[in-house]
């Protein structure tokens, strides 16, 4: 499945810089594909069959004046970054400032970062290399630095993109996880005390760009707010989060859906990109369905209904369900909680992900300088830091429960 622009016919048109040009709207009006039949400064020549217009260029909402002839906003609009009016201190000046970990206490900063809000049901983007395009499809789950789809629409190629990688590794295609958030008590903003430990990592201990403490991500041009899952934990994987690529042109290639009842994910992607998953290991673009297995998972949802346990799906917006093969037990669930476990070893606070002959695999939960120096955590992406410990020397072991609001 693809989003392929059509610039012809769409009635829809922006005025950017001054001038008006056809448009197609991407991520329900977040940002918009703006074409021209004429080289146009900061246009891109990539000429498509049957489009009049070969330049072209992404753009975020906020940097047009106006939208002619598109669709009012939909409920599921998300909030822009906000900035309190002044005479003197522009978007520059912000931007300045965003990049400043010294910064990270302003007061019109901190406004501003406080104006990106989550809220149950928000779209979610995790940009990922090809290895972990192939760890999701076996059963990874969403972790570590995300970003709302809303702040980040308009990067829609891989050197675009690029500012959003956590690992390092580059190529010709960009891949990413988009899925809807369940609640906004799964995610923090990297900023505050708390945070200091991945502010003060050293370059040799971490991968990606440095984390500044401010809120925003490390850019020479781009004001993106960011957020990491909660304790850096994993997330349940809510049902039909999607795997999508990117290649140069900028069109959007669904991969795959996730269908949560049997734990797997669905190819969605046509022959004609199949091409698109040559360079990601181990996975068979050939492959109809892609299924996660029955391994052990870090987290996972659960749902009380009557007297009785089960394990749940998040639906959303729906809500929550019980997780049945069969559509007429498919009914909603009365309560439900994220079920994860905590640990402690050497003094620092993980997560356990997993269990193998008296092992656990462990991720810390407050990452910093003297949390990898006493467990030799290796960091795997930016931010996320994982080891082996013996299970004889891991104490307040615990699986935990945090509850949703009532479904």
Known sequence: MTVTPQASGTGLHVTYDGRVHPAEEIAR??????????????????PRPGLAHPWRKFVHVTEVSAVHGGAPPTDEADAPLLMPVHRERGWSYLHQLSQQPAAAGDPT?????????IRSGTRMVKVLSARQLAGYVRGWLPHGF??????????????????LRGDGEGGDVAFALRWRAIDPADYEVPVGPAHQGLVALPPRDR???PVLGTGFVPSNAQLIPEFITRDFADLPMPANAALVAYPADGAEVVLYTYQAEQRGWLRMVG???????????????????????DAPRSTHLVGTYGDSEYEAVADLPGGFRVLAMTR????????????????????????????????????????????VATTGAQCHERGVYEAWAPGTEVTDDQVVDLPYPRA
């Open 29 to 46: 009006g977040a940002a918009y594909e703006l074409f021209s039949a004429d080289e146009v400064p900061g246009f891109e020549w990539t």
């Open 109 to 117: 900063l901190a406004a501003v970062r406080a104006s990106a809000v």
């Open 146 to 163: 995300c970003y709302r789809e809303h702040d980040v629409a308009h990067l829609r190629t891989p050197p675009g993109m690029a500012v």
């Open 207 to 209: 991968l990606g760009p």
């Open 271 to 293: 022959p004609q990109w199949r091409h698109l998953l040559a360079a990601v290991p181990g996975l068979s673009p050939d492959q109809e369905y892609m299924p996660t297995g």
């Open 328 to 371: 007429a037990a498919r009914y909603p669930v009365e309560a439900a909680a994220r079920r994860l476990r905590h640990a402690t070893w050497r003094g620092v606070p993980c997560l356990v992900l997993r269990e193998e002959s008296g092992w656990l695999r462990l991720r810390l939960r407050r990452p910093g300088p003297d949390a």
